[in-house]
């Protein structure tokens, strides 16, 4: 019994020693885990290109799931200016105190998020790739609640393509600016032929199951952006937008690279808008049978807009991904000029690449 009161009282302050001693060994050792995890960060990260591999569907998807992120519409100028400046500083080889690769990485798709990837100035925020899920779910949805009256057309297909105008001219490829006579033309064409079409449509189908009156706006939507895209970004149809080998190297200016471009942003767009406009009307047809909408007629657009921001998630993203952001074609699918050019610079060159816009 005393030999057990003296070695639990008399060695008590070498085991405190002992004990501090360990606690500043774990401390020193912890403090040179971290400063090596932050000095080991490559000065060899490509962050020119995305974090994931851009040939495959899922790495695209990866991608695009991060551009989209509603949250990055949330975050403040000096968050936008920090992470511009750590991306502009790696590109330096300079590298921020602590930084580690993760850090890099969120920077970088924080300024992809919110500056043009070719002027490098700073997007609109309602023209941004995060706004596209808040801003369609809003319009989509309403568009789709309020499509029976001719007013109400009017006024959705117009507040739709002013919209689409702003995303169209942030999002526009290469670095050439576009007139305001352009862009005034591009906006009345694209807004007279979406109310055409819904209007047209609806006095078409005003005799028939209102299942197919729901499917109106989408109707008038495709039309709109086979008229408003190609419009918005005529001067890139007229001069071409600018070409690259695998380096970066630019090359010149292609207006066949602009035509494919073109085509594949309007494909993008009219099947990322399909799944938003074309399930909810099969819910909302069998929720406006039901006892409860029936005796809360307003549930209708707030019910809407959550099902098409609900498909607006995954649709924004996934079809942004259909096709690569860094797209290519075949050198011999160029002009003639451009491909005597090449040809004189570089006469291996297969292969071109451009960005296509979003």
Known sequence: MVFRRLLSAAPVPALAGLARSD?????????????????????DINIKEPRWDQSTFIGRASHFFTVTDP?????????LEKARKIVHDYRQG????????????????IYDSAFHPDTGEKMVL?????????????????????YRTTPAVVFWQWINQSFNAIVNYTNRSGDAPITVSQLGTAYVSATTGAVATALGLNALTKHVSPLIGRF?????????????????????????????????????ESSKAAQQAIVQVV?????????????PPFIMNSLEKKAFLKRFPWMSAPIQVGLVGFCLVFATPLCCALFPQKSSMSVTRLEPELQAKIQEINPELQCVYFNKGL
């Open 126 to 146: 309602i023209g941004r790739m995060s706004a596209q899920v808040p801003m369609n779910m809003t319009i989509t949805g309403c568009m789709m609640t309020f």
């Open 23 to 43: 606690e500043s060994e774990a401390a020193g050792a912890s403090a040179c885990s971290l400063e090596k995890m932050s000095s080991d960060i490559s000065l």
């Open 71 to 79: 949250r990055n519409i949330l975050l403040s100028n000096e968050q």
């Open 216 to 252: 109106v706006p989408f109707a008038a939507v495709a039309a709109a952006n086979c008229i408003n895209i190609p419009l918005m970004r005529q001067r890139e149809l007229k001069y071409g937008i600018p070409i690259t080998d695998e380096n970066g190297n630019r090359l010149g």
């Open 94 to 109: 300079i590298l921020a105190p602590g930084l580690t690769e993760d850090d890099l990485w969120r920077a970088k798709y």
């Open 267 to 279: 494909i993008s767009r009219i099947l990322m808008a399909a799944p938003g406009m074309a399930i």
